[in-house]
């Protein structure tokens, strides 16, 4: 989901050396990968009172203001760094609409939990339950989704965050172990603690946990 990596090394050379536009052309490739990272971790009842595209806005304006400090020191590559900032953004955004207005907020009625109904995560949920093939039916379809939906809520805040990195926005191991602070091994070993708490829920009593890092 993230842009094409060959793409935006040219755009950050681009900016680093001041080419009109490459700046505003940079961070409008990350507009939409970004709205799709904060939508699928706002908390339902604050996504009723704030557009994941609001904090996205916010997330490239600091991101600009910031971008020299970036380019001088470039720690982890550039989606990474985005990913970081959006992180803080969401954590303040829930901070001041739980904690400041726990009462009105909860009050509100609750929505699904955003942006799982995809491909992905059908395919996800396919291969730890043990389906012999990929659903085809739209009722089969919708099953899978609610299960899944219910199982990522029983999560803890990290199992479900590695769940959505590896499996939503496809990063590597590496890219994980990266923003993690991790080894890649040690994050290898939390995503497939993720993927078997996951399968738990899923498939109660089940044997072994899913493969692969």
Do not use: C
């Amino acid at each position: 989901m993230w842009p094409n990596r060959d793409e935006t090394d040219r755009l950050l050379a681009g900016a680093r050396a001041g080419t009109p536009g490459a700046v505003d052309q940079l961070l409008g490739e990350f507009r939409e990968p970004l709205r799709k990272v904060i939508g699928l971790r706002l908390d339902p009842a604050v996504a009723r009172r704030v557009d994941a595209s609001d904090i996205v806005q916010d997330v490239l304006v600091e991101a600009n203001q910031r971008l020299t400090e970036y380019l001088k020191k470039p720690d982890m590559p550039f989606h990474l760094w985005l990913r970081h900032l959006a992180q803080d953004r969401i954590i303040d955004t829930h901070r001041r609409h739980r904690l400041a207005q726990r009462r009105s907020v909860d009050r509100e009625q609750a929505v699904a939990r955003p942006a799982w109904a995809d491909e992905s995560s059908v395919s996800l949920v396919a291969q730890l339950i043990d389906t012999d093939a990929t659903p085809a039916s739209e009722a089969i379809r919708a099953e899978l989704q609610r299960k899944l939906n219910a199982a990522i809520d029983e999560l803890s805040d990290d199992d479900r965050e590695i769940v959505l990195m590896r499996h939503h926005e496809l990063l590597s191991n590496q890219e994980v172990a990266r923003a993690f602070g991790l080894t890649e091994a040690a994050a290898s070993m939390r995503y497939l603690r993720a993927l078997r708490r996951l399968r738990e829920v899923l498939v109660p009593g089940g044997e072994g946990a899913a493969d692969g890092a």
